[in-house]
Nanobody
Framework: QVQVVESGGGLVQPGGSLRLSCTAS????????MGWYRQAPGKQRELVAF???????NYADSVKGRFTLSMDSAKNTEYLQMNSLKPENTAVYYC????????????????WGKGTQVTVPS
């Protein structure tokens, strides 16, 4: 079994910063990719930022230059540093991890966390 847990959300004033953390744990052989998605009320879930193990990183246009991904591979933890936050960044932020499990080394599985709320009041 694999668990994905997010933390670090909260209430922050416009222009402020937050750092989200996502940790994958359990029977993991390797992590292929980890990424952050968000879902605002009444809207579909959308990609925020994504990093693959080979170094490929993608950011949504709306967050480029303000959000930064980093990875602590030893801890299977990915961080999303969010600066210059805006009210439109208010959403539940979800982490997704694509992993290879010890028991099934030829298959990648995708796991989601339960999300962490980020609120930036207008």
């Amino acid at each position: 079994q694999v668990q994905v847990v997010e933390s670090g959300g909260g209430l922050v004033q416009p222009g402020g910063s937050l750092r989200l953390s996502c940790t994958a744990s359990g029977s993991i052989s390797s992590i292929y990719a980890m990424g952050w998605y968000r879902q605002a009320p009444g809207k579909q879930r959308e990609l925020v930022a994504f990093a693959a193990s080979g170094g490929d990183t993608n950011y949504a246009d709306s967050v480029k230059g303000r959000f930064t991904l980093s990875m602590d591979s030893a801890k299977n933890t990915e961080y999303l540093q969010m600066n210059s936050l805006k009210p439109e960044n208010t959403a539940v932020y979800y982490c997704n991890a694509e992993v290879v499990q010890v028991q099934q080394p030829t298959t990648r599985f995708s796991y989601w966390g339960k999300g962490t709320q980020v609120t930036v009041p207008s």
